[in-house]
């Protein structure tokens, strides 16, 4: 029989000074997470690598420039590897605070990068990890997609969890092949912290009737002008929310400053939630829509032995 739990959104941003000084930061609300007792704790996207938000990478149409080529290699430098020490500390930290965490990283593999959101539990440390399938506008110059083999159901100590980073949410087919895995709390790491983005939150919530947690950063305004961006405005300006599986709004939206956002969830409203609408059950129509996913890891090289 479920009980009910808190959990949490931990609303911050990437450092400017760099991985380690963002991870310190992640270390730093160890007390905090504690003290909260959240069962679950997620942390937004591209958190540990950074999002840099205006930067061009040197990049036009038809030609790079060597400084966009440095930049990016600067970029590149400061990604985390799935085994490497970031991935090690905050396993530490889900070992001593008994939270799972759920956290956006740019992950390194060889040359290229990917958006990566990674599952940690008190007990095993990295369980799974997901790489966004579909980086948006210009991420897609520095970002690789992701293939369907790392669209997990992990089960942990605080349910059964999905992670959809940024507008993955707003891919309805992906959507779809996540609703039918059952989850019980979607995750959501982001940089949207635009009204609408809440709305999106809301509606997924409300259609796949699952907790939703949103984890969305927080910067300050840039201290050197970016092109096209309003002078003093916030670059990332939060909005982290918990929503309940009717859309319920249970905490937040936060403002832009830093935060840790908590709720109180029972999994046991989840079936009289969806009494009345399950997408992917009694309210699915298999007679007239069916829906293929590929799950295959996808490699351009796969060597085989010639045989005669």
């Not at 730093?28 to 909260?36: G, Q």
């Not at 930290?93 to 290229?112: C, K, M, N, P």
């Not at 305004?221 to 096209?228: G, L, R, S």
Request: contains cysteine.
């Amino acid at each position: 029989m479920h009980t009910p739990f808190p959990v949490a959104a931990l609303q911050m941003g990437s450092n400017p000074a760099g991985t380690a000084a963002t991870l310190a930061d992640i270390l730093a609300c160890e007390a905090e997470i504690a003290a909260s007792g959240a069962r679950l704790v997620v942390l937004p996207e591209a958190l540990l690598g950074g999002y840099p938000k205006g930067e061009t990478f040197g990049a036009q149409l038809g030609f790079r420039t060597p400084e966009g080529r440095a930049r990016f290699a600067e970029y590149h430098a400061a990604a985390v590897t799935l085994d490497g020490p970031e991935i090690a500390a905050l396993a530490g930290l889900s070992a001593r605070t008994g939270a799972t965490l759920v956290v956006g990283i740019i992950e390194r593999a060889g040359a290229s990068l990917f958006c990566t959101a990674v599952f940690i539990t008190p007990e095993a440390g990295l369980i799974a990890h997901h790489r966004k399938l579909k980086p948006t506008a210009i991420e897609r110059l520095i970002w690789a997609e992701g293939d369907g083999s790392t669209m997990p159901v992990v089960e942990t100590p605080a349910g059964k969890l999905i992670a959809a980073i940024c507008w993955e949410n707003q891919m309805p087919l992906f959507r779809a092949a996540m609703y039918a895995k059952g989850p019980d709390i979607w995750c959501a790491p982001t940089v949207d912290d635009r009204d609408i983005w809440r709305a999106t939150m809301r509606h997924i919530a409300n259609e796949g009737r699952q907790f939703v947690i949103s984890a969305c950063q927080s910067q300050p305004a840039p201290q050197t002008p970016i092109a096209n961006w309003p002078a003093g405005r916030p670059l990332i300006a939060g909005g982290s929310l918990i929503i309940g599986p009717l859309g319920d709004i249970l905490a937040g939206p936060l403002g832009p400053e830093p935060g840790l956002l908590t709720a109180e969830i029972d999994l046991a409203s989840l079936p009289g939630a969806r009494f009345d609408l399950d997408v992917s059950g009694h309210y699915a129509r298999p007679d007239l829509f069916t829906l293929h996913v590929d799950e295959r890891p996808r490699i351009n090289v796969s060597p085989r032995r010639h045989e005669d």
